[in-house]
């Protein structure tokens, strides 16, 4: 099972669509083992990299009673990389327009952290890399104290100096056509200091019209729900609050009433928003032809190649597009690890880092003019008239706050 000849190994935990594992490879990672506990995830993966070891057994926590160093042909301190996206829900902002709000560590699927750093444990790999929503390391229910915890217990068990630097970035400004907030933590073994990757898109970013202008598709989705019908009379770029008191649209909503992806249009000279992994019928992003992004172009402005094959039925397949990590993220990510460790032999290494990152597209030397906006639907103009606006920071919908003001 041992991984094939590359520059470095990595164990990948939390692996879903295979998003980090793709771009590690990109990087000259070989991977040894993909775990996860998602069906539709393992069926992703072993479709797309056959050679891959992902075990039917993926969950991390029963992983620490059975995957020794040697089941992947190392010794313990041989793996060069543990990588993985622990569940994200528990710290997500999403979490907020839920019935249980944000709990973090408080989550049962948050315990899975134990499990990484368990495994940490077993295999003392020379780097960790941690990818996740901001709110998994910044805030008053992130998971830092136990990350950190965890880390200080290893390095006393076994003179190990590893030590988390880490960061909230924007995978845009590395070149991902899509705005997306990310916390990145890494760790080395020895105590070294880590160098984040610095910025290379911040002010040329690569937009969604660089990602999709070229891909033709002959089934596009269509719109559904109620307020699908109110696209066309959005402007490119912009959402629902285009039809609120402060936007220049009718006002149908009240200012910031909704969540911010409420008839959410892409705009071509711009990266994409967020792509959501269990969008409804009114969230966006949506393309700028007034209709959902088809799973190739959410998988395009995601970074990911047209080869890479999403099984299953649509829900599915958004799933595991929306929860992937942009794959040009983790090959830059994978490339800073490759050059601060020196892994591989230096003539392959300097002609892998030579190169821009092969996930990376270009920009077009032309973007065409924003769609025309249409008039407000017949059916909609009964909604038009003065509305209420969001009561106020701290005052929205969660449900936490709601029932710590009731409590006080």
């Not at 630097?165 to 760790?187: L, S």
Request: one cysteine or more; aromatic letters at 8%.
């Amino acid at each position: 099972m041992r991984a094939r000849r590359s520059i470095g190994r990595v164990l990948s935990l939390f692996a879903g669509a295979g998003g980090l594992d793709l771009g590690l490879e990109r990087a000259g990672f070989g991977t040894v083992a993909c775990l996860d506990t998602d069906p539709s995830a393992q069926g992703a993966l072993q479709a797309n990299r056959p050679p891959w070891w992902v075990p039917t057994n993926g969950d991390v926590n029963e992983a620490t009673g059975w995957l020794t160093p040697a089941m992947v042909g190392l010794k313990t301190g041989e793996l060069d990389l543990i990588a993985g996206g622990p569940p994200c829900q528990p710290f997500s902002k999403a979490a907020q327009w839920t019935s249980a709000a944000r709990v973090g560590m408080r989550d049962p699927r948050a315990q899975s952290i134990h499990g990484m750093f368990s495994l940490m444990d077993t295999f003392l790999p020379k780097a960790l890399l941690i990818e996740n929503v901001a709110g998994f390391l910044q805030g008053r229910e992130s998971a830092i104290d136990v990350v950190e915890e965890r880390l200080d217990g290893i390095n006393k068990k076994h003179g190990t100096a590893y030590e988390l630097t880490w960061k909230i970035v924007d995978a845009a400004d590395y070149g991902v056509p899509q705005h997306r907030q990310r916390a990145i933590a890494i760790a080395y073994r020895d105590g070294a200091s880590v160098e984040l990757p610095s910025p290379t898109h911040s002010s040329r970013p690569v937009r969604a019209w660089d990602a999709l202008w070229d891909l033709e598709e002959s089934d596009k989705p269509s719109p559904s729900g109620y307020w699908s019908g109110l696209l066309p009379s959005i402007p490119e770029g912009k959402n629902y609050l285009h039809h609120t008191v402060r936007g220049e649209g009718e006002e149908i909503f009240g200012w910031r009433t909704r969540y911010w992806s409420f008839l959410l249009k892409l705009a071509k000279d711009r990266p994409a928003w967020t792509i959501p992994a269990s969008p409804g019928p009114s969230t966006g992003p949506f393309h700028w032809e007034n209709r959902p992004l088809s799973i190739r172009e959410q998988a395009r402005l995601q970074s990911f190649p047209d080869s890479w094959i999403f099984p299953g039925v649509d829900r599915v397949q958004r799933r595991l597009v929306g929860n992937a990590t942009p794959p040009l993220l983790a090959e830059v990510l994978g490339r800073a690890i490759v050059s601060q460790l020196r892994l591989g032999d230096s003539e392959t290494r300097e002609r892998l880092l030579s190169k821009k990152p092969g996930l990376l597209r270009s920009r077009r030397r032309s973007v065409p003019d924003a769609e025309s906006v249409a008039a407000v639907p017949a059916v909609f103009r009964a909604h038009i008239g003065e509305k209420a606006a969001h009561p106020g920071h701290g005052r929205g919908p969660s449900p936490r706050l709601l029932l710590e003001e009731a409590a006080g």
